[in-house]
């Protein structure tokens, strides 16, 4: 097997952790996509996930992992939202003390629902890395422990059981599309998928605005990104200079990373309403707004993954209003 810390059987411990505390999302298929590509496509609502997103899978099995003091001292994260949400379920679920640190750029109805969840919410600077600062504190003062949102190999082991119940549910698949940011979802996904499919191409879809793995991988290493105002606000923020994991992970085993304008976001979650009846957030539509596109070559079977489902109401009413989307080749 590949080079890294994150091995197959820490997947399958991490399910038997997770069973009963997150959903078995489902698989459905697509009539209209499978109508642009010319193949099946699945979709993997993983959007239906309790808290919205799949965060809570890697912070569920990262927490379960925590020795009993640090459990006693509590956790903390740094999040544009989907992490933070993750975590405050799981430290919840497992009666442990939560904080969240977050950027002004995240969503109000992101903050709120994870002051909801029981956790303490602070709101510190413009970025993650300033957010950053104020963990580092908490760590060092308080003594709590960090838990990130993608570079950990425990949070990387939670993530991949999607990818686990992918290729249970779909054996034969040839292509699975990811939306990418730091890179724990996709590298989960790929370690589970290229294990039982060694052949499956496994394609991760970010936006164009501060596409931070997509730039490292281009640099050969981590490189800093300008965080920007982005309708795919989960996929915001760099993957860490010191990254340990994801970068490797993705350099070894992602075959393709393709970039998406925002109108073309837009288009996927308006295809998503319209055509799929699915509520998904911006970095949850990447995967159809590229099927859309038809920027996959020959996908083949395809399994689309629809990671979260926390947009702003209002600004998914204002997207709904523009009717479904045209395809670019119209
Ligand atoms: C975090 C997140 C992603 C990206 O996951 P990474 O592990 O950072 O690559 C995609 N979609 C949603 C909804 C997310 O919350």
Partial sequence: MM??????????????????????????SSESLAAVTGSPVHLKLEHLQVTGSFKVRG??????NLADAAKQRG??????????????YAAAQAGVRAVICMSKLVPKNK?????????DVRIIGQSQDEAQVEVDRLVTEEGLTMLPPFDHADVIAGQATLGLELVEDLPDLDTVLVP???????????????????RARVVGLTMRRGAAMYESIKAGHPVPVEEAESLADSLGGGIGMENRYTFAMVRSLVDDIQLLDEDRIAAGIRHAYFEERQVVEGAAAVGIAALLDDMVPQPGITAVILSGANIDTTAHARLMADGPPNRRSD
Avoid at 111 to 119: H, K, N, Q, S, T
């Fill in 3 to 28: 080079d890294s810390s994150v091995q197959l059987q820490d997947v399958y411990r991490a399910r038997q952790r997770l069973a009963g505390q997150v959903r078995r999302t489902p698989l459905v």
């Fill in 59 to 64: 912070a569920t099995n990262a927490l379960a």
């Fill in 75 to 88: 956790v903390v994260g740094v999040s544009t939202g989907n992490h933070g949400r993750g975590l405050a």
């Fill in 111 to 119: 903050v709120e629902a994870i002051r909801a969840l029981g956790a």
């Fill in 180 to 198: 990418l940011s730091g890179g724990g979802l996709i590298s989960g996904v790929a370690l589970a998928v290229k294990t039982a499919c060694p």
